[in-house]
């Protein structure tokens, strides 16, 4: 076997045995400091500091009763349309004539609001049940507007009363006039279903559309209103739009979840 001349020589110094062993370098030691500090300022952060969050949710501007779809009592042809869309009409008021074999058949608002839709047009055959018109519920003309988010099914319990939510409108473009803000008034108790939300906005391509991810919980929010705008709301820019903000405007809306210290996250 044969050895390293160098090895060789320290054996034979043994006088090198009181020489101090040195374990680590200055900068390697600046290095350790550094690392302590910064793991103790980020341990004091996570149990001290917190960190907010928001959940973004579809949604659209609606009265705070929904709308219904007004559907023909009888078979026969439209004869007359006796209002049009935009109009407020109280419960009971005649809305369109159909011809049937016998008679004209009058057909009346089953409960007050204003009339969004008008699908029938006048010459038009129809069946015993067809849709007619839609009618959004309203018991006076100065009901206060809101907004409907429809968040995804498992984030109710994350969701507080009186959140924040910043709305982008999508007739309001959002760069120039700001957004739309409000606070949650209510959050719905169960996940609903396309028909229910269809039978609420009384419109089913928007059903489809806000439960194409699944089942989603209904997410009411208030307006806030201010004097000081042409619509009447509150946004985040000085003035908002110049012009006013109507329902059955689709919206998307950012709700400020509550605020969560990070050890939150790993403790159980």
């Given at each position: 076997m044969q050895f390293r001349q160098k090895a060789l020589s320290k054996l034979q110094s043994p006088e090198d045995l009181d020489v101090p062993v040195?374990?680590?370098?200055?900068?390697?030691?600046?290095?350790?400091?550094?690392t302590a500090v910064v793991m103790a300022v980020g341990c004091f952060w996570a149990v001290t500091g917190t960190v907010s969050s928001k959940l973004n949710a579809p949604g659209i501007l609606t009265h705070a009763e929904g709308s219904y779809v007004l559907q023909s009592p009888v078979a026969g042809q439209i004869t007359a349309t006796l209002a049009k869309e935009g109009d407020t009409l109280p419960a009971g008021a005649p809305l369109l004539t159909v011809r049937t074999d016998r008679k004209v058949e009058t057909?009346?608002?089953?409960?007050?609001?204003?009339?969004?839709?008008?699908?029938?047009?006048i010459?038009?055959?129809?069946?015993?049940?067809?849709?007619?018109?839609?009618?959004?519920?309203?018991?006076?003309?100065?009901?206060?507007?809101?907004?409907v988010l429809y968040a995804p099914g498992g984030s109710a319990s994350t969701i507080p009363v009186g959140a924040s939510v910043e709305l982008t409108v999508q007739s309001v473009p959002a760069q120039r006039f700001g957004v739309l803000r409000g606070r949650v008034l209510a959050i719905g108790r169960n996940p609903e279903t396309r028909q229910q939300i269809s039978d609420f906005l009384g419109n089913r391509q928007l059903g489809e559309q806000f439960s194409a991810q699944g089942q989603p919980v209904a997410v009411m929010v208030?307006?806030?209103?201010?004097a000081g705008t042409t619509s009447g709301f509150n946004w985040?820019?000085?003035?908002?739009p110049p012009y006013p903000i109507d329902s059955t405007t689709l919206v998307s809306g950012a709700v400020h979840l509550t605020a969560q210290h990070p050890i939150d996250w790993v403790l159980p």
């Open positions: 040195l374990l680590a370098r200055p900068q390697g030691w600046l290095v350790l400091t550094v057909v009346r608002t089953v409960a007050a609001g204003r009339v969004t839709a008008i699908t029938a047009k010459g038009a055959v129809v069946a015993t049940g067809a849709d007619l018109a839609t009618v959004e519920r309203m018991d006076k003309p100065d009901d206060p507007l809101v907004a208030r307006l806030e209103r201010s985040s820019s000085a003035h908002g």
